[in-house]
Nanobody, 128 residues
Framework: QVQLVESGGGLVQAGDSLTLSCAAS????????MGWFRQAPGKEREFVAAIGWRGTIPAYADTVKGRFTISRDNAKNMLYLQMNSLKPEDTAVYYCAADRTTGYLSRGYDQPRTYDYWGQGTQVTVSS
């Protein structure tokens, strides 16, 4: 059974940092691109960042570019999201997602429908 389990969320103040982790099990995703999405109350799930199987040339949403860093450890089957300079508008449930067929970031990497596996999410709340 394939599972993605996020951790590392919490309540922080504006300007603080958090690192989210996503542990994958049930299969290796070392050959697949993975991503982070988030969903705030009353809003649609939105793209945050994605990374190809080699970990190079990641992609970011404009709203987080320069503040967030996505990375992966294929040996550990782990995905990370380092979030710096957090803002209240970053408050959301953050989800880890994985594609099952493609290694390089492909068309649609910023669309939830592209991904085949999802975690349950971890809450990030940023107070002002």
């Amino acid at each position: 059974q394939v599972q993605l389990v996020e951790s590392g969320g919490g309540l922080v103040q504006a300007g603080d940092s958090l690192t989210l982790s996503c542990a994958a099990s049930g299969r290796s995703f070392s050959s697949n691109f993975m991503g982070w999405f988030r969903q705030a109350p009353g809003k649609e799930r939105e793209f945050v960042a994605a990374i190809g199987w080699r970990g190079t040339i990641p992609a970011y949403a404009d709203t987080v570019k320069g503040r967030f860093t996505i990375s992966r450890d294929n040996a550990k089957n782990m995905l990370y999201l380092q979030m710096n300079s957090l803002k209240p508008e970053d408050t959301a449930v953050y989800y880890c997602a994985a594609d099952r067929t493609t290694g390089y970031l492909s068309r649609g990497y910023d669309q939830p429908r592209t991904y085949d596996y999802w975690g349950q999410g971890t809450q990030v709340t940023v107070s002002s």
